[in-house]
């Protein structure tokens, strides 16, 4: 069985193509990569996860290790949001048929997004600062209920995984990429 899901997941990464045009098996064959999968540009969580990645960019790469966004919508939309938070040079996947997303090897969930306002945890992320902070647009160009995760990928294998229950949960980027 774990010989099935190493080849699952080394097919997944074989399968999907950063904008640069490069596999994510290729990205992970020459370093580490924490693989970050982003909800919808209009989350304040999902710009809450820009502005956290692009804090501790230096700290990845002095471990050599390479952040790579998996994102809902298409890379002209994607542009303006990575630009604004300084990583318009981290490689990123365009994935709007969330394909990726659903693969076995990472199976993020989807949710209900008109449900998550009442949830207790959101409702606290919100008023801990990540409203009035990164906002919040009501219009989903992307899919609003697939839900976000992030892997640590080294030698062909997730090392770490984190997996969203709700929206608002926040991972510790530094601590999934083994460096706290």
Not at 56 to 63: D, F, G, R, T
Not at 73 to 81: C, I, L, M, N, S
Request: with cysteine; net charge positive.
């Amino acid at each position: 069985m774990k010989d099935q899901d190493e080849q699952d997941l080394a097919e997944a990464l074989r399968s999907h193509r950063t904008e640069s045009e490069r596999t994510l098996l290729e990205l992970v064959d020459e370093s580490p990569v924490l693989l970050v999968f982003l909800r919808h540009f209009g989350c304040a969580f999902c710009a809450m996860a820009l502005d956290q990645v692009s804090q501790i960019q230096e700290q990845l790469a002095a471990k050599s290790i390479r952040p790579v966004f998996v994102h809902l919508g298409t890379p002209e939309r994607a542009r303006p949001y990575f630009k604004y938070y300084k990583l318009d040079s981290v490689e990123r996947i365009s994935n709007p048929d969330a394909s990726l997303y659903q693969h076995s090897a990472f199976a993020l969930r989807k949710t209900n997004p008109y449900l998550q306002p009442f949830n207790l945890a959101v409702l606290r992320g919100w008023f801990k600062g990540a409203l009035f902070k990164y906002g919040i647009n009501p219009i989903f160009k992307e899919d609003a209920y697939q839900m976000p995760g992030v892997f640590f990928l080294k030698d062909r294998k997730i090392v770490r995984a984190f997996r969203h229950k709700d929206v608002s949960d926040e991972p510790n980027y530094l601590k999934l990429a083994g460096i706290r």
